[in-house]
């Protein structure tokens, strides 16, 4: 079992590691020297550290677990691959990604779609992307205020623990607020009933804002369909959904043109940037920590910037990693019986599914 890690997350930690370890398993730890965890803490529980990378030459019965994307490469993939690999839902470039199992006999188990019996999923990072959303989207909404000329909001870091991104969201809403006249933002989630939302509001909440300026929606408010003139009056828009089919835009450009228009923030944690169905169509590419925001060309002000960051978990690495792996674990305890395992036997039969549906 070989662990690869990105975006200093990791699927597996210290603590994980040790339970595989102490049930019988061979756990190999690529180094890394972005992991949130030194690889001397996995040493120091017993693990083996093998050179980054060198999964790819690693015996074909060895299970390659990582958590984001393989970098982009066209080699046959021999291993069975347990990650997010983003290609099950028609993504741009699926077919490109999914082939590779096949073309070199390997599987792809995807994290995405590990579910329990009620069809939940067994692990995600959806609390931590919600917190981590909802953080950088007041960040932005106090960086319009405080620099009116237009200014991009420059990069942004991780940090080392829940507290010290608490302290900074606080300073952040101070600073807007005074330029704001003493208003604070009317922040809108929808989503506000899965893990992801319940991480946006739960931010919203231990930074101070009030309970009445976080408008909690869910499937009942959207069952009418958008687009929403309640997103555009709010300050901030936090998209939390799971999108699985087609709907209705919940904002388009056409409704940016109101002139009720609050709305200059948007974070789409959900961030299905690239998917057909996308809900908020007005952007088109992902942002990162690097540049955070996309500017979105409006006819009038206030300006709008919309955050599309695909690994928003990573500002805060380690607690989103303990909770992530802490929940895995009991399915990774059962790979070792994956063939009679309920929870990688569903993953297996998705696998095949869609690899039946590669063009020909």
Known sequence: MSGTILHLRSEITPTTTKALLDAGYIVNIERSPERIFD?????????????????VDAPTDHIVIGLKELPVEDFPLKHTHVQFAHCYKNQGGWEDVLSRFPRGNGT????????????????????????????????????????????????????ANEGLLIGDVKEWLADGSRKAGGKLPQVLVIGALGRCGKGAVDLCIKAGLPKENVLEWDLPETAKGGPFSEIIESDIFVNCIYLASSIPPFVDMKSLESPSRKLSVICDVSCDTTNPYNPIPIYTINSTFANPIVPVKVKQNPPLSVISIDHLPSLLPREASEAFSSALLPSLLQLEDRKKSRVWKQAEQLFNEKVATLPK
């Not at 690889?39 to 999964?55: C, I, M, Q, R, Y």
């Not at 995807?110 to 989207?137: I, K, M, P, Q």
């Open 39 to 55: 690889d001397s803490e996995f040493k120091n529980v017993g693990a083996t550290l093998v050179p980054e990378g060198s999964w």
């Open 108 to 159: 792809l188990l995807d994290l995405e779609f590990l579910t329990d019996e009620a069809g939940r999923r067994v692990a995600a990072f959806g609390y931590h992307a919600g917190f981590a959303g909802s953080a950088l989207a007041i960040q932005t909404w106090a960086w319009q205020l405080t620099h009116p000329a237009g200014q991009p909001l420059p990069g942004v870091s991780s940090y």
